[in-house]
């Protein structure tokens, strides 16, 4: 029977690392990086969460992890803002035009 060890989240974690940091590089419209933004994020709250497992046995990590969730829920919400403005002025979410909003 094969067990879960701390190396298969870590292995899980970098992979999600990688999509994200992936997304974020390729994608030019801006929800795309902002999803990358969020695996980003993901997958250092289960670095957290399985560090704190498998090495401390203490609720550290899962502490840590929920503030990592809030702030990613208010970084969403107010990153959603910014991209309903940027719309309003150029009919577009593509970040390579964002150039033109200079003054």
Do not use: P, W
Not at 47 to 69: E, M
Not at 79 to 86: K, P, R, S, T
């Amino acid at each position: 029977m094969l067990t879960i060890g701390l190396t298969h989240y870590l292995i899980l974690a970098a992979f999600m690392f990688c999509c994200g940091l992936y997304v974020m590089t390729i994608k030019r419209n801006a929800v795309g990086i902002l999803i990358g933004v969020e695996l980003i994020l993901n997958a250092a709250s289960l670095n957290l969460v399985a560090f704190s497992r498998y090495k401390t046995g203490l609720l550290d990590g899962q502490i840590v992890a929920l503030f990592v969730i809030v702030l990613a829920a208010a970084e969403a919400a107010i990153a959603i803002a910014i991209f309903v403005n940027y719309y309003n002025n150029l009919a577009t979410i593509d970040v390579d035009r964002g150039d033109s909003l200079n003054g």
